[in-house]
Every structure is written in structure tokens, then in C-alpha cells.
């Protein structure tokens, strides 16, 4: 095998996917520049305060056949699971119409199935490898995740979604209310059925993960520079440098790992990417005494229960309302008195101070993929954005597949459904 040519790679942004990619690149001995204007694994980016789920099922994307009938509640209910705000609408409107074609066949969500599917696949073995590597193995664990459902009904209404996991291989056991009641003794008996799915793992916390991935690049030889990029500059094709606002990165190669952030970046070479934010909310209760024995996502509330390191913490929501918007705390109130009616154990009168909140941005393309390939422009420009739902959990396999894209080697699974050309 040839030794990779070694070159100097910018990569804008020090979330997961940036942080990983940083690693990967710096094992091919390239010479690494992360630009990143915050803290690495710090509120401002959606790795901090996701679920933590590594869940390698979740091969669905979030529009499937007949969401559009949704639409009327999206618009009318603010505080529904998944609303748009009224304001943005205008502005969101081209992307939740490719939102919607997307999901609108099951033959469409089970294209987007398989191809996420190798992306997720073995995602609590790499990221146990790599905290490890970075000195917090303890972080990662793989015991499972739960989804539980108030009936057997209430699971056979997403039966959809269930075949297809199962078509792309995916296995899980089925759990009955008794079965439940042994595993999961504090959950609220509205539950009445359950789904634990063995393959999948949890983070203890995504935000200090990413912390120490980056502690770990940084001890690898990565340099960070705390400024914001504003854009690449080109000449004959290629990228010269990264423009900040505490001035010019040069380089051979960027990655462009911003998240939510990336799209005028993206543009700044002329790639118009649909990518558009759709925020999440989590509340965590730092003190809780009660709560799941495996994290869980209750299908009524939407939203995934997961003991983290700095609390039990409850995540979910969607609401598209762009990057600018001002938090919406109810929403996160909604997830608090979820949580406090599933595990009734949980006390009801609960200071404001014990319990914190967050708001996130998700990354997100219309149809649940990701942009994992090479710009228009040029294949010195790698993108490396739009993990939506899924970024914690891809995170690993993404960073490995940047550092093959960036040194020209065939990516080791399919990158082709995720190639940002299909929008361009
Ligand atoms: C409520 C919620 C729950 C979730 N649960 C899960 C889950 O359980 N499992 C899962 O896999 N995923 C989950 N996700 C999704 C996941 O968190 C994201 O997909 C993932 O964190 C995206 O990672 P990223 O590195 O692309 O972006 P980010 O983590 O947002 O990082 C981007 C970084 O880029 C920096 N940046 C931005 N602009 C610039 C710029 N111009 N120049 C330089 N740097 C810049 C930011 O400061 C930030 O640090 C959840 C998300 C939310 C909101």
C-alpha cells in the first residue's frame, strides 16, 4: 500500500464529527488545523447536549410516507413534538417540501435505511476504541437501548419504520408488560410494551467525550486556532485558505464540519446545500435518585431518557425555526414533565435549580443523510455535515471515511447516497 501524501488540513469546527476527523487525519500523518471559535464539546455545538444514544438502528429518517398529513399540526401546534414556527416558514418552506419527497415512498426511507445503516453499524465498538485511545473508555458503553410504547398497538403503528430496520438487519427483542416491570421497576406502567435493542450503545457524556477527543488530538499534534471561519478563498480550483475572522488559515485541504453552520461555508465556493437546523431541547436533573436501568426513548413523547454523567437527562423535540431563533423553554418544560410522569418516583417539586436546560442544532438535510463527500469545487474540499439525528452515533465511522476521501483512498462503506452533489 502507498503511504498517504501528508499534507496541512484545516478542519472548521470541533464537534464530533470535526474532533474525530481530526484524529483520523492526524493517524495518516497529516499536519491538522482545527478552527474552532468556542470550546471543544462545549454548549454551543448539538455534541454537547444530544441523548448520548449510539444507536446503529437508527436507520429512519424523519420524514416517512404520510408525515405530510402532519403538516396542519406542524403549523398549529408550537408545542408539538415537531412544529415549525410560523415566522420561519417562508424561509423553511423549500427544504420541508424536499423534506417531505423524501420520505414519501417507503422504497424512498428504505434507500436512506440502507445506506445509513453501514455509516451507524459497529458505532459502540469504534467509539469505545477511540475513548479509550483518549483516555475516557468508561464514557461509551454498549448495554442496549429500550424504546418502550404505551400498547402493542401503539408499536405496530410504526411497524413501517420496524421492517425496515429489520430488512437492513437490524435484530431486537420484544418486550412484554411484565417483562418490562422486572427490567424497568420505577417506569410508569402506562408502558406497556417494549422493544430492547442489544446492538446499540449510550454515551455517558457527549460533551465531555468530545472534550477529551479533542485533548486527544490536540496531543497527537492538532493545532487549534480560536476564531470563527467566514469562508475558504480558492485559486485554480483548489483551497488556499480558510478565511476567519482573526484572519487566513492556508492550507492543502479543508474539511467543513461546522454542523449547523456549515451551509455558508459550503456556499462561500459556490455549493448551495439545503441544510437547515432543526433544534432540540434537553432537561436534565442533576440529582434524580430514580430513573431507567437502560436508556430509553418513550415513543409517546418522543424523546430519549439517558443517564449521563452530569445527570439524568431527557432530549428530544424538533422544532424548525432556524439558527437565529430565541429558545422556546417551554418545550424543554414539556420534556421535564415527561420525564417526571414516566418515572413518578422522580419528586414533583423540584427547584428551577435542579434542573437544567438546553437548547441544541441539529444539522440537517431533507432526506436524513448526511453531506459526506467531496465539494463541487474541488476534492481538496471535504464535506463533512448534516448528521441530523444521527451525528453522535456516526461521528466515528465519518471521521474515518473524511481521512480516506481527503487522502483519495476508496471509502471503506458506500459514500454515494451521502455525496452533497445530489443537491447541486
Ligand atoms: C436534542 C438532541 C438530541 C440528540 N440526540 C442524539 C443522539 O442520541 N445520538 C446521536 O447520534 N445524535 C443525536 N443528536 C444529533 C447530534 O447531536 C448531532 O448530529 C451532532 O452532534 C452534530 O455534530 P457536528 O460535529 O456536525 O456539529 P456540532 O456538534 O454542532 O459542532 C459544530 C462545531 O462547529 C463550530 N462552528 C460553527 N460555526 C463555525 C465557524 N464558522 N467556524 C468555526 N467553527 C464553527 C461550533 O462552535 C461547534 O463546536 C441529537 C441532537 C439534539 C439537538
Redesign the pocket.
Known amino acids: 500500500m502507498t503511504e498517504p501524501a501528508r499534507r496541512h488540513i484545516a478542519i472548521?469546527?470541533?464537534?464530533?464529527?470535526?474532533v474525530i476527523s481530526a484524529i483520523e487525519l492526524l493517524r495518516d500523518g497529516h499536519r491538522v488545523t482545527v478552527?474552532?471559535?468556542?470550546t471543544?464539546g462545549?454548549e454551543?455545538?448539538?455534541?454537547?447536549?444530544?441523548?448520548?444514544?449510539?444507536?446503529t438502528h437508527?436507520v429512519i429518517p424523519p420524514a416517512m410516507p404520510g408525515t405530510w398529513k402532519n403538516v396542519p399540526k406542524f403549523l398549529s401546534d408550537p408545542l408539538g413534538p415537531l412544529a415549525v414556527r410560523w415566522s420561519y416558514l417562508p424561509k423553511a418552506l423549500p427544504w420541508l417540501v424536499q423534506y417531505l419527497l423524501s420520505g414519501w415512498t417507503d422504497a424512498r426511507v428504505e434507500a436512506t435505511a440502507r445506506a445509513l445503516r453501514p455509516l451507524l453499524i459497529d458505532a459502540p465498538a469504534l467509539h469505545r476504541k477511540l475513548a479509550e485511545e483518549a483516555g475516557v473508555g468508561h464514557l461509551i458503553e454498549r448495554q442496549g437501548v429500550m424504546h418502550v410504547y404505551p400498547s402493542r398497538a401503539a408499536f405496530d403503528a410504526d411497524a413501517l419504520g420496524w421492517s425496515i430496520r429489520k430488512r437492513v438487519g437490524v435484530t431486537w427483542m420484544e418486550l412484554s408488560a411484565d417483562e418490562m416491570r422486572q427490567r424497568e421497576p420505577d417506569l410508569h406502567p402506562r408502558y406497556q410494551f417494549g422493544v430492547l435493542v442489544e446492538e446499540a450503545g449510550r454515551c455517558r457524556d457527549?460533551g465531555g467525550y468530545?472534550a477529551a477527543l479533542a485533548d486527544h488530538a490536540r496531543s497527537l499534534g492538532a493545532e487549534f486556532v480560536a476564531?470563527?471561519?467566514?469562508g475558504l478563498r480558492q485559486a485554480n480550483g483548489k483551497p488556499v485558505s480558510v478565511l476567519?475572522d482573526k484572519g487566513e488559515v492556508t492550507c492543502d485541504a479543508v474539511v467543513v464540519?461546522?454542523?449547523?453552520?456549515?451551509k455558508p461555508?459550503a456556499a462561500s465556493i459556490g455549493d448551495r446545500l439545503p441544510l437547515e437546523t432543526?433544534?432540540?431541547?434537553?432537561v436534565m436533573i442533576e440529582s434524580a435518585e430514580t430513573g431507567p436501568r437502560t436508556s430509553m426513548m418513550a415513543s409517546d413523547a418522543k424523546m430519549?431518557v439517558?443517564w449521563t454523567d452530569r445527570g439524568l437527562r431527557a432530549?428530544?423535540?424538533v422544532e424548525i425555526a432556524g439558527l437565529a431563533a430565541a429558545p422556546n423553554w417551554k418545550r424543554a418544560e414539556i420534556l421535564r414533565d415527561h420525564l417526571l410522569g414516566m418515572f413518578p418516583k422522580l419528586p414533583k417539586d423540584l427547584p428551577p435549580a435542579a434542573i437544567r436546560s438546553w437548547l441544541?442544532?441539529?444539522?440537517s438535510m431533507p432526506d436524513g443523510r448526511p453531506c459526506l463527500g467531496y465539494s463541487s469545487a474541488s476534492r481538496d474540499v471535504v464535506y463533512?455535515?448534516g448528521?441530523?439525528?444521527?451525528?453522535?452515533?456516526?461521528?466515528a465511522r465519518t471521521g474515518r471515511v473524511v481521512a480516506q476521501l481527503i487522502g483519495g483512498r476508496e471509502p471503506e462503506i458506500p459514500v454515494a447516497p451521502f455525496d452533497p452533489k445530489r443537491y447541486l
Open positions: 472548521i469546527g470541533a464537534g464530533a464529527i470535526g478552527i474552532e471559535p468556542a471543544p462545549g454551543q455545538a448539538a455534541s454537547y447536549g444530544n441523548a448520548g444514544w449510539l444507536s437508527s457527549p468530545v476564531a470563527t471561519a467566514r476567519t464540519a461546522a454542523g449547523a453552520h456549515s461555508l432543526e433544534s432540540g431541547y434537553h430519549v439517558n432530549a428530544g423535540q441544541g442544532h441539529r444539522p463533512a455535515f448528521h441530523g439525528h444521527v451525528g453522535l452515533v456516526s461521528s
